[in-house]
């Protein structure tokens, strides 16, 4: 397809980097050529310097012709004008708007004939609902959820005297004593689809399927004792803690939110009610100390540097805090994952993932994949897929079919019920089938798993 990426920052780059490895033909707008020069220096792709919301420049851009346009820079305005005028100039045209502002949002949603957006993203309110996710299980470093919330892929680090340590996989159903596959494994940050025989070492990243009933069950068995959490410590007052804080003062969690800036903490003291706000920085151990890190049952760094959130995070595990969340705006790197930085969280790659699930249902209508997770640092996918008439080898058992070899069936869910399968399970119409991919080659329906 013909796509418009309208900013050429952290999100629009990891966009193209995706769709141009996916074959799609990428055209990025941009108003700093600097900036175009570098991504054009990266990728396969067609530049245009100016503004994305001008008439001229969409047309220069190809937007007559164009599938699709994705509007992500810095000001929501923009991106509106963007989408809307893309729309004016081509009806048939897609739109994706990143809309960080509640208020847009809102009126995006309640006035459709006046926004004709197809999508629209807020990176920072999803890294929200991700971390209060994580925060209701403290002992998974990620959780990524299917079937309407039946089925999760969590991950979970191998520490020393884990009961996981040098156990082969065909064991594991002896020691967590509930259903769950092991789909992935991050050793030494490259990506193992493993067998049967594969044994589990200290200091892995295994990425479990596992039924979200399931989930209490595999923590207890496992020895990794989880309590409520109480009271969070927030380090940075970016949109990302306000939206996070207004969903965890609804959960009656105790909530504390440090900012250096002034008038930024002043602003949040008056949007948030029940949340302490406090003047400081974060950075400064005795700062930290004076505000009680060490009574935190969960550290949470989100301030805008990638660095000062690690050193928060290693000074929190050094004070024992129970959990950690760092916020990489970057992505994971070799760096942070031979860190303990507990559970990361990156706003772009969230955003992105929801981006590449739309792109990939409007090649494919029908048998299109209804959700798409990056796992294991980018080296594996999970889709999930609703099985329909269209799905070739229904009722066949699994051990009859042949897939292709990076293609493992994770899970299939019938109604209420979900199954870790086995060589003698079937999927039938109306299932939902969870699947994960190592290879290169992209699922855009269940059947390009065959």
């Known amino acids: 397809m013909k796509i418009i990426i309208a900013g050429s920052g952290k999100t629009g780059l990891t966009l193209a980097g995706q769709l141009i490895t996916e074959g799609h033909d990428i055209t990025l707008i941009d108003t700093k050529s600097s900036v175009l020069e570098n991504a054009a220096g990266r990728y396969d792709a067609m530049t245009v310097c100016g503004n994305c919301a001008s008439k001229e420049v969409l047309l220069q851009a190809g937007v007559e012709e164009a599938?699709?346009?994705?509007?992500?820079?810095?000001?929501?305005?923009?991106?509106?004008?963007?989408?809307?005028?893309?729309?004016?100039?081509?009806?048939?045209?897609?739109?994706?708007?990143?809309?960080r502002n509640p208020e847009y949002a809102e009126q995006v949603m309640t006035m459709p004939e006046v926004?004709?957006?197809?999508?629209?993203?807020?990176?920072?309110?999803?890294?929200?609902?991700?971390?209060?996710?994580?925060?209701?299980?403290?002992?998974?470093?990620?959780?990524?959820?299917?079937?309407?919330?039946?089925?999760?892929?969590v991950e979970l680090r191998l520490e020393p005297g884990s009961k996981l340590c040098d156990l082969p996989l065909s064991?594991?159903?002896?020691?967590?004593?509930?259903?769950?596959?092991?789909?992935?494994?991050?050793r030494g940050g490259t990506a193992v689809a493993p067998s049967g025989n594969?044994?589990?070492?200290?200091?892995?990243?295994?990425?479990?399927?596992?039924?979200?009933?399931?989930?209490?069950?595999?923590?207890?068995?496992?020895?990794?004792?989880?309590?409520?959490?109480?009271?969070?410590?927030?380090?940075?007052?970016?949109?990302?803690?306000?939206y996070l804080a207004s969903l965890l003062e609804k959960d009656n969690i105790s909530v504390q939110v440090l900012d250096r800036d002034y008038g930024r903490c002043v602003e949040l003291a008056s949007l948030l009610p029940h949340t302490s706000v406090s003047r400081g920085d974060c950075s400064s151990q005795l700062f930290l100390d004076d505000q009680g890190i060490s009574d935190a049952d969960a550290l949470i760094s989100?301030?805008?540097?990638?660095?000062?959130?690690?050193?928060?995070?290693?000074?929190?595990?050094?004070?024992?805090?129970?959990?950690?969340?760092?916020?990489?705006?970057?992505?994971?790197?070799?760096?942070?994952?031979?860190?303990?930085?507990?559970?990361?969280?990156?706003?772009?790659?969230?955003?992105?993932?929801?981006?590449?699930?739309?792109?990939?249902?409007?090649?494919?209508?029908?048998?299109?994949?209804?959700?798409?997770?990056?796992?294991?640092?980018?080296?594996?996918e999970a889709v999930e897929f609703l099985v329909d008439s269209s799905t070739r080898n229904c009722n066949i058992p699994l051990k009859k079919l042949k897939t292709k070899n990076n293609v493992l069936i994770a899970s299939i869910t019938r109604g209420s019920q979900t199954q870790i399968p086995n060589g003698?399970?079937?999927?039938?119409?109306?299932?939902?089938?969870?699947?994960?991919?190592?290879?290169?080659?992209?699922?855009?329906?269940?059947?390009?798993?065959?």
């Open 67 to 99: 599938d699709l346009v994705i509007a992500a820079t810095n000001a929501d305005e923009v991106n509106l004008l963007c989408c809307m005028t893309a729309h004016g100039i081509n009806d048939r045209i897609h739109t994706i708007a990143r809309i």
């Open 115 to 153: 926004f004709p957006l197809s999508l629209t993203v807020n990176p920072e309110k999803r890294a929200a609902l991700e971390i209060e996710r994580l925060l209701k299980y403290p002992g998974f470093l990620r959780r990524d959820t299917f079937a309407k919330g039946q089925v999760e892929i």
């Open 171 to 186: 064991e594991l159903s002896s020691v967590v004593k509930c259903r769950v596959l092991v789909c992935a494994v991050l």
């Open 198 to 242: 594969f044994v589990l070492r200290s200091g892995d990243r295994i990425f479990v399927t596992a039924p979200t009933a399931e989930l209490t069950v595999l923590l207890k068995n496992l020895g990794i004792i989880t309590r409520r959490v109480r009271q969070v410590m927030i380090c940075g007052g970016g949109r990302v803690s306000y």
């Open 302 to 380: 989100l301030t805008g540097m990638d660095e000062t959130n690690m050193i928060i995070s290693l000074y929190a595990k050094a004070r024992k805090v129970p959990q950690i969340i760092t916020k990489l705006s970057r992505g994971g790197t070799t760096i942070a994952d031979s860190l303990d930085l507990g559970s990361l969280i990156c706003p772009k790659e969230l955003c992105s993932n929801d981006i590449v699930r739309y792109v990939r249902a409007m090649q494919n209508q029908t048998g299109a994949a209804i959700s798409v997770h990056s796992i294991a640092d980018g080296q594996a």
């Open 424 to 450: 003698d399970s079937f999927f039938q119409e109306g299932d939902t089938v969870v699947v994960v991919t190592s290879g290169r080659g992209v699922l855009k329906q269940i059947n390009d798993i065959f």
